[in-house]
């Protein structure tokens, strides 16, 4: 079993371990994901833009792929840095449809008991209240708009497939 460092109270810790049940038991199947074989380690499940594979996510974004690293907690974006809050908040959407498909089939409190009754190992339960927080749970994701100068606009909705990465490289943004 490949082991992985983790970001101390990283929502991801937790919500791949929920997709890793998730696959053994057939829901990513079931909702529509297809399996392939991957080059190295376990399959790969890919369902529109998103693919899933125990070493990390692929969102595919109008920029690019955007790439989670489990093993580095890292995204990047076309080879570059992008903090972690913000990839966050990029696959936020993708993650958030599959968890209301999870409790649509199994109902709200589903994700707890399963955690309660499988014991995950200790990181992912260090990271579980953060993951019921917030990450999740919160609305649609927010994309963060470059304009040109290094520093970005606001926040909105209208266009959450943008990703803060400009000219200058990416933002340096606090990580909650």
């Known amino acids: 079993m490949a082991r992985f460092h983790t970001v101390c109270c ?10 890793g049940v998730d696959a053994r038991q057939g829901d990513l199947a079931l909702r529509g994901f297809s399996k392939t074989r991957a080059a190295q380690g376990s399959s ?17 974004t109008p920029r690019g792929p955007l790439h989670f690293n489990r093993r580095t907690q890292t995204f ?22 599959h968890e209301r498909w999870i409790e649509g089939r199994y109902g709200p409190g589903y994700r707890p008991a399963l955690a309660q009754e499988l014991r995950p190992p200790r990181p992912v339960r260090a990271a579980l209240p953060a993951w ?5 749970a ?13 520093a970005f606009s606001r926040p909105t909705q209208a266009q959450p497939h943008l990703l803060a990465v400009n000219q200058l490289g990416p933002a340096r943004v606090p990580v909650h």
């Open 10 to 19: 990283c929502p991801l810790t937790a919500q791949f371990w929920f997709l």
């Open 44 to 60: 790969s499940y890919t369902l529109g833009d998103l693919s899933l594979h125990s070493a990390g996510l692929t969102l595919q």
């Open 76 to 97: 990047t974006l076309a080879g570059q840095h992008v903090p972690l809050a913000l990839g966050r908040t990029q696959v936020r959407a993708a993650l958030q449809a």
């Open 132 to 136: 019921h927080r917030g990450s999740l």
């Open 138 to 150: 919160e609305p649609a994701p927010l994309a963060f708009v470059g304009t040109g100068d290094g």
